[in-house]
């Protein structure tokens, strides 16, 4: 992400222990390899869980042992305790 992202983003994001520096190189999705960023941040900060829509993702299902959801199978799984 950019400077100017990171400047034009919502602050609770700007926060140092909400952002993850890459730290290995990942080809895992050949078809995007912006997909493979995704999954970059998602390693180097320990994620339990990325929650996309893009369909080269989502077919992982997994990556190493973090979950790949949709925004409703995530909403399903794991915040059932708000609905």
Same mark, same amino acid.
């Given at each position: ?25 990942? #080809?895992? =999705?050949? &078809? ?14 320990? *994620?339990? @869980?990325?929650?996309?829509?893009? #369909?080269? =993702?989502? &077919? ?14 995530? *909403?399903? @799984? ?6």
């Amino acid at each position: 992400m950019s400077a100017i992202r990171l400047e034009r983003s919502p602050r609770r994001i700007h926060r140092p222990e909400h952002l993850s520096v890459p730290t290995e190189r990942i #080809r895992a =999705v050949e &078809a995007d390899p912006f997909d493979n960023l995704v999954l970059e941040a998602a390693v180097a900060g320990n *994620a339990g @869980a990325i929650v996309s829509g893009d #369909r080269e =993702v989502l &077919a992982l299902k997994r990556f190493r042992s973090i979950q790949i959801l949709t925004a409703r199978a995530f *909403a399903i @799984a794991h915040l059932q305790t708000f609905a």
